[in-house]
Structure formats: C-alpha cells, structure tokens
C-alpha cells in the first residue's frame, strides 16, 4: 500500500456541507489519502494561522473548495496564500455544479472523482 498522501481542505466555512462530501470520499478503500483542515467560526489569530501553516507544511497538496462564498472567506484566502508560500500544489474544485465562481490565482475544475484523484496521484 501507498503512503497515505495528506491533503489540506481550504473552503469557507459557508460550504463546511460540501466538504463534509469531500472528507466522506476518503473513506473509499481504494483512496490511500486522508483531508485535513481547519475550519473555525472564530475570528482568525495568529495561533490558528501557526497552525494552519503547520498542517498545510505537513500536507502533499491543497484542494480549494470554490463557490461564490470563496470570494469573501478571509480564512480561506489566507490559507490558499499560505500553501501557494510553502510551494504546495493547488488545485480548485467547484463545490457546486451551478456555481462556476472563478477565483483568481486557483485552477479550478469540476467536481469529479477523476479531478480529485488524478490531482492527488499527481503529488
């Protein structure tokens, strides 16, 4: 068996549903990958960005949840800027099939087993 690769989940806490989803996906046997994140309802300290840093330095890559909620989730773009300084790869998938909300700086692709698992194959 693979090493399990770690991937950070980045969403707005607006979209905690869908990544619920995401995390269910992991459970597949076949998926040797664990998601990992660090949703807060609180505002952001310095001691949740330390440790936000600290997962996303321990993690292989980072999926973006993207909707039109990313737009204005300050903890989710701290988070994509803080992979994107620790040169981790990053890769956007829309949370939902009718929103096509672009995010500047993410690559974003449809929502698909085939997108999730040929990103996280790739790291």
Same mark, same amino acid.
């Given at each position: 068996?693979?090493?399990?690769?770690?991937?950070?989940?980045?969403?707005?806490?607006?979209?905690?549903?869908?990544?619920?989803?995401?995390?269910?996906?992991?459970? /597949?046997?076949?998926?040797?990958?664990?998601?990992?994140?660090?949703?807060?309802?609180?505002?952001?300290?310095?001691?949740?960005?330390?440790?936000?840093?600290?997962?996303?330095?321990?993690? /292989?890559?980072?999926?973006?949840?993207?909707?039109?909620?990313?737009?204005?989730?300050?903890?989710?773009?701290?988070?994509?800027?803080?992979?994107?300084?620790? &040169?981790?790869?990053?890769? &956007?998938?829309?949370?939902?099939?009718?929103?096509?909300?672009?995010?500047? &700086?993410?690559?974003?692709?449809?929502?698909?087993?085939?997108?999730?698992? &040929?990103?996280?194959?790739?790291?």
């Amino acid at each position: 068996m693979a090493d399990t690769k770690i991937i950070f989940v980045a969403f707005a806490i607006e979209d905690e549903r869908q990544r619920d989803f995401l995390k269910g996906q992991s459970l /597949h046997p076949r998926a040797p990958y664990e998601f990992i994140d660090m949703s807060v309802k609180e505002p952001y300290d310095s001691e949740w960005k330390q440790r936000v840093r600290t997962r996303i330095r321990r993690s /292989h890559g980072v999926i973006v949840l993207v909707s039109k909620n990313s737009l204005t989730s300050s903890g989710q773009k701290w988070e994509i800027q803080c992979a994107k300084e620790e &040169g981790k790869p990053v890769r &956007g998938i829309w949370a939902y099939k009718d929103d096509r909300t672009p995010l500047a &700086g993410v690559t974003t692709v449809a929502w698909s087993d085939a997108n999730i698992a &040929g990103f996280i194959d790739a790291l």
